[in-house]
């Protein structure tokens, strides 16, 4: 299973943080799925300024994702799923998607959880969507992801993040 050795889920509050997701709109059950349970994780973090955003496909989450970060979210978490395929399709977007993301993250500071699933199979991506009979919700986990280092960033911005760290 890929959530072994997954941290335990810590208690976050995220009031007042501006919170984007933007999704994908292929595979609608699994991206609806992802988008419920992100929406779930910012309900539990008391995130109450939360916008959604539907992008045609995986290979759109990055600039749409850049876009947000630019207009001061605090976080942006890009839901998807890609499932391979029978051409090195599934290659190429996965690749770009999250690299891309990545580069969201770092050029603009902004964190962005990441929740595009990169699957075999329809079944595997609807195991991990986050529905009442799936074992995973990766949709949750990139939320809380999200939301934890937009925390900690602000920490740190503040000069209040070097806990423990050598020579502080």
């Known amino acids: 299973m890929s959530g072994a050795g997954s941290p335990e889920e810590r208690v976050l509050d995220g009031h007042g943080l501006r919170v984007a997701i933007v999704a994908a709109r292929w595979h609608t059950e699994v991206s609806e799925g992802l988008v419920s349970g992100a929406e ?13 955003l539907r992008v045609p496909g995986a290979f759109e989450l990055p600039v749409t994702a850049k876009a947000l970060a630019a207009q001061r979210y605090d976080a942006v978490v890009a839901l998807g799923v890609v499932i391979r395929g029978g051409t090195p399709h599934f290659e190429y977007v996965c690749q770009a998607a999250t690299d891309g993301l990545a580069q969201v993250a770092v050029d603009t500071g ?11 199979t329809t079944e595997q991506a609807l195991d991990r969507c986050g529905r009442a009979e799936s074992s995973e919700d990766k949709g949750r986990e990139a939320a809380m992801a999200a939301v934890e280092t937009a925390l900690l960033l602000r920490k740190v911005r503040r000069g209040e993040g070097h806990e423990g760290a050598a020579g502080h």
């Open 110 to 120: 902004v964190p962005v959880g990441f929740g595009l699933l990169t699957c075999d």
């Open 40 to 52: 779930r994780a910012l309900h539990d973090c008391q995130v109450s300024d939360v916008s959604v």
